[in-house]
């Protein structure tokens, strides 16, 4: 008994000897990892990756498909440095801290042409023409070159763009379609953007952007779609940046560890302040800028390596006023204010096994518009009088199934929008209807009309939309497939169900370049907010009207430097105000109700194409450069008479050259000339009274004369520059430096006109 206790006291001694030992030698290795991308956030494979001390290699890999990489090393007592070089990039080296736990190192590689007897190679840019991804330095610097250094749709130049009104707007259209917005895989709606100018979070808190300009998947409810999409850095991080220009203030910051983070962004613009601070006029009439602020918070817990649960918060506060003396010659001001408030709140839950992936989302979002004027004079009463508001709690559910076999992709999923409610309240007095930034502030044809039937209106009820969806994509070689279908359904529509499908065909005509058909249908219900055309109308007669339809042909070819696209588009099922010239009056001689009412009998047909040149390093290392021509002719069918579509630009030309001046400093240019687009001219005052033009003669030429004038060519040259000195950037940029007059609105007593020159000072801080 005494031995074996002997023997196991040795034992235990040898064991406390030992264990220290081991213990100290294990905190002396390191395991490094990480994943190296390019400057849109795509995997580099096959990049090496090396340890050195100082000019000896300790140990190396290649990344993997993914762009991942995993090192072990000794780092005790050593200056190490971590070495990444990949053909067509630019090589990156960063001192590995002296860590005896786990390192993190997340590289993006700038792309090099590299010239090898007159052969340059370089990342594979030929993309899916359809899908524009943005990473966030992308983003960010792309922006800056806009007039709100942090708006992210300030970013898109692509030639198929018209913009609503200004054209610091963000009311942007691709050929009839407004683009839904995603964040995080959510559906937010369209026009997200507060009169024009800021787009929900800053580019500051956005990962990536995709940009879908023609066709999208099933996932995806229109033809055109930008998703964003913000970081979930697990990893141990502190950070922070700070963006102040003339034009808004943001601050933002990140901390996190391996198992949790917490992200958020404060905004506010500044320019509406300068404005009147410096009293700032113009000899032009303009529409003033807009008081903004938004708020956003995004935090995750990593519950395991499969599972992610995340939540976001967003709170947007826009408010707008102006007197329109400011914005048009007249006696008679108006008084004019607009004001949003928008809250969401959504929890996202992800898990991610071997061949499958599994996300789940769910929001509420709860939102409030109004729009006032007044007239400043008692003896103007009788003319206008506005007040409208809309108040709204929407429920959001997303569930997406994503199934991975060899090289085949499945992708199942079903999105839920309820509006449990919505109510609208609406007085209103010889409005035209449209919205504030339509090209044309004509009233209606039969205003009066429109004054008797629908002068004050309200309306409270729930909304419910629903979507399932399916697609398959084929990795056939140099082929590659993409089916899908989409089951829409609208609760308060007369014709609920609707199906719609996709189809593209990829064709990889070499290593650099790809061929693409495309051809899809997709459906919309028409209620949007109120300061979209004819809401009021829409509302009141929602069970009579049937979805949007949307049929897209588009063909397109591609490669590392040209682009070339052509399509057909059209849409149907438009609401169209439409009068009954059968049932003008009741008995008693007064106005029948269903006089004027709304049909679902609109049409708009677009046609046309786009051909551009991008080449980084043109003609010499310093400059990068693109080129673009864009022809689309587009038309409307209003009560069967054809006339041009409100943004019908047929020609548009984008040119965009940067400088680099040294490694530091590079400015550049851009010049935009396009058609002007089409608007009404002010109808002359009748000689007699409405009821006497209640007839189908008198409508048809009226249509006839809607959009037949044009604006004046629209011209704009924007010069911009940038500085990085360490963790600060210095930008600046002016807008419209010829100060070109160009009209946007034809009002009654004339034309209002977008910005004119317009300068831009910006400092960007990261710590």
Wanted: charged share 20%.
């Amino acid at each position: 008994m005494n031995r074996i206790l002997s023997t196991i006291t040795v034992l235990l001694a040898l064991l406390m000897l030992w264990a220290p030992t081991s213990h100290s030698y294990a905190k002396q290795l390191a395991a490094v990892t990480g994943r190296i991308t390019d400057s849109d956030n795509q995997p580099v494979i096959g990049a090496s990756v090396i340890i050195l001390s100082g000019e000896d290699i300790l140990t190396g890999v290649s990344s993997d498909t993914e762009g991942r990489y995993f090192l072990k090393i000794d780092s005790s007592g050593k200056v190490l440095k971590l070495r990444v070089s990949a053909v067509g990039f630019v090589s990156q080296t960063v001192r590995i801290k002296e860590n005896r736990g786990n390192l993190k190192y997340n590289l993006r590689l700038e792309t090099q042409a590299v010239e090898l007897n007159s052969i340059a190679v370089r990342p594979d840019k030929a993309n899916n023409h359809r899908e524009i991804c943005y990473s966030s330095e992308k983003l960010s610097h792309n922006a800056r070159r806009s007039l709100v250094p942090t708006n992210p749709v300030g970013a898109l130049r692509e030639p198929a763009i018209s913009r609503q009104g200004s054209s610091h707007s963000s009311q942007i259209r691709i050929n009839g379609t407004n683009p839904y917005y995603y964040l995080n895989g959510l559906l937010l709606g369209a026009d997200p953007d507060h009169y024009g100018m800021f787009t929900i979070i800053p580019t500051s808190i956005i990962e990536e952007m995709k940009f879908y300009l023609q066709g999208t998947s099933a996932r995806y409810a229109l033809p055109s779609a930008i998703e964003l999409t913000t970081p979930t850095p697990f990893e141990a991080h502190r950070k922070f940046e700070f963006n102040f220009s003339s034009i808004e203030a943001t601050g933002v910051g990140s901390v996190g560890s391996d198992k949790t983070f917490l992200t958020a962004s404060v905004r506010k613009s500044l320019l509406d302040k300068l404005v009147e601070q410096f009293d700032i006029s113009s000899d032009r009439k303009t529409l003033p800028p807009t008081n903004f602020a938004d708020f956003f918070m995004s935090a995750g817990v990593k519950l395991s390596p499969r599972y992610r649960l995340m939540a976001d918060r967003y709170y947007v506060r826009d408010y707008l006023s102006y007197n329109t003396e400011a914005a048009v010659d007249s006696d008679e001001n108006v008084r004019t204010f607009q004001h949003t408030d928008e809250n969401y709140t959504a929890v996202r839950f992800d898990a991610v096994y071997e061949k499958l992936l599994l996300k789940f989302s769910a929001a509420q979002r709860t939102g409030y518009k109004e729009y006032h004027a007044v007239p400043e004079t008692e003896n103007a009463k009788e003319k206008v009088y506005l007040d409208l508001s809309e108040g709204s709690r929407t429920n959001l559910v997303n569930v997406q199934v994503v199934w991975f076999h060899k090289k085949n992709q499945l992708e199942i999923g079903d999105q839920l929008e309820f509006e449990s409610f919505h109510e609208i309240n609406m007085a209103q007095r010889n409005w035209n209807f449209l919205s504030p930034f339509a090209n044309s502030d004509n009233p209606y044809i039969y205003q009066q009309a429109l004054n008797t039937t629908y002068g004050t209106y309200y309306n409270r009820e729930s909304l419910h939309n629903n979507a399932v969806y399916m697609s398959i994509k084929r990795d056939w070689g140099r082929f590659e497939t993409e089916t899908g279908f989409r089951l829409e359904y609208f609760k308060y529509l007369a014709k609920r169900c609707h199906p719609v499908w996709r189809q593209s065909v990829v064709f990889k005509t070499s290593e650099q370049s790809r061929l693409e058909l495309f051809y899809g249908t997709f459906a919309e219900s028409p209620v949007n907010n109120i300061l979209e055309p004819y809401q009021v109308l829409i509302n009141a007669h929602l069970n009579d009207l049937h979805p949007i339809k949307t049929q897209l042909v588009s063909i397109s070819w591609a490669n590392d430097m040209f682009e070339a696209s052509l399509f057909n588009k059209k849409i149907t099922g438009l609401p169209t105000v439409t009068p009954d010239f059968e049932q003008v009056f009741n008995k008693d001689g007064s106005l029948d109700n269903d006089f004027i009412s709304v049909a679902s009998t609109g049409e708009e047909h677009f046609y046309g194409g786009f051909l551009s040149f991008e080449k980084e390093r043109f003609l010499t290392d310093r400059v990068d450069f693109r080129v673009s021509y864009a022809y689309t002719r587009a038309h409307k069918l209003d009560n069967g008479v054809n006339i041009p579509y409100d943004l019908n630009a047929p020609h548009k030309f984008q040119a965009r050259i940067d400088y680099r001046i040294s490694r530091k400093f590079d400015i550049g240019g851009e010049f935009q000339i396009r058609s002007g687009y089409p608007y009404t001219p002010a109808r002359p005052m009748l000689a007699y009274s409405e009821p006497e033009t209640y007839n189908k003669d008198y409508f048809t030429a009226a249509v006839e004369q809607e959009n037949s004038e044009q604006f004046p060519t629209y011209l704009s040259l924007n010069l911009y520059g940038n500085y990085k000195w360490d963790n600060v950037e210095i930008f600046f940029g002016v807008n419209n430096v010829t100060n070109h007059a160009n009209p946007i609105i034809n009002a009654a007593s004339g034309f209002v006109y977008d910005a004119g020159i317009l300068p831009m000072l910006g400092i960007k801080w990261r710590f």
